[in-house]
């Protein structure tokens, strides 16, 4: 992963192959997420790195996945000191949403949270902010004849989420 803030960086300082970056920012701290397989290890993973200095620098990057099944499709948002980064993860076999926030301008993440969690597909994540409110929805498909896009919220920067909502419902 390579970003160009005054010069070509490359973040993600290893030999395997890096994609669907993504990036953030809150005053001068910057974010970035991606999907990785690094060559020792053949699923995906998300890492994360951030800059502190404005995309100056960067510190070394961090896997936020790391598990073992293929993790995929990140999203990064921040505001303030708070810092989400959402995937699709399949380490439980169909795909999940998962969730991770950091309260402290991406220092350090707390535990994983499956936000979808249940038997049935759940893939695309999209993520938007507003105050301690925090919006992941994502594409829940369900076999030939529909799908569905699902929604959960948080009032309190992440920590809990509603159940999710069915908010296409609808048939085809």
């Known amino acids: 992963v390579l970003?160009?803030?005054?010069?070509?960086?490359?973040?993600?300082?290893?030999?395997?192959t890096s994609s669907n970056v993504h990036i953030a920012a809150a005053g001068a701290n910057v974010y970035s997420v991606w999907q990785d397989n690094e060559v020792a290890n053949l699923q995906l993973d998300i890492f994360y790195a951030r800059s502190v200095k404005a995309g100056a620098t960067f510190e070394a990057r961090v896997n936020l996945s790391d598990n073992s099944g293929d993790s995929i499709d990140p999203q990064v948002a921040a505001a303030g000191d708070n810092v989400y980064v959402a995937w699709t993860d399949y380490a439980a076999g169909l795909g999940d949403i998962f969730f991770r926030r950091s309260s402290d301008k991406g220092l350090t993440f707390q535990s994983v949270q499956n936000l979808s969690n249940d038997s049935d597909p759940a893939v695309l994540p999209r993520i938007a902010l507003d105050g301690a409110n925090v919006y992941v929805t994502w594409h829940k498909p369900s076999g030939s004849s529909s799908s569905d896009i699902m929604f959960a919220r948080s009032g309190d920067g992440g920590q809990n989420f509603s159940i999710p909502q069915n908010i296409s419902n609808n048939t085809g």
Request: no cysteine.
């Open 3 to 16: 970003l160009t803030l005054g010069g070509a960086k490359n973040i993600s300082t290893n030999d395997g």
